[in-house]
């Protein structure tokens, strides 16, 4: 069973920088993705990277501001986070695809989900 491991996340103020990392055994052929739940509200889609790493996809909210990105030979994938705003406050949650070869760019076709880690955007 793969395993989806997140770290990186805490407390920041607006218009500062955080770094997520997910340890993702397993899943160097599936494209891999990030989604956030902030409390009240659905999950919803971040970014999302094919499983060779060369096609990333964005929601609106963050191009421009975040970026994907993955190391296959280590097993992991990163959310950078830059200009940070409240409304990106959240628990964002590390998702794989549920079949390989995939290009990461339908929310549908995530499956596999770590326990989230907590991302704090306040002054």
């Known amino acids: 069973q793969a395993q989806l491991v997140e770290s990186g996340g805490g407390l920041v103020q607006p218009g500062e920088s955080l770094r997520l990392s997910c340890a993702a055994s397993g899943r160097s052929r599936y494209a891999l993705g990030w989604f956030r739940q902030a409390p009240g509200k659905e999950r919803t889609f971040v970014a999302g990277?094919?499983?060779?790493?060369?096609?990333?996809t964005y929601a609106d909210s963050v191009r421009g501001r975040f970026t994907i990105a993955r190391d296959n030979a280590k097993s992991t994938v990163t959310l950078q986070m830059n200009s940070l705003k409240p409304e990106d406050t959240a628990v964002y949650y590390c998702?794989?695809?549920?079949?390989?070869?995939?290009?990461?760019?339908?929310?549908?076709?995530?499956?596999?989900w770590g326990l989230g880690t907590q991302v704090t955007v306040s002054s």
């Open positions: 990277i094919s499983w060779r790493g060369t096609s990333a």
């Open positions: 998702a794989s695809e549920t079949t390989p070869y995939g290009l990461g760019n339908t929310r549908r076709a995530f499956g596999d």
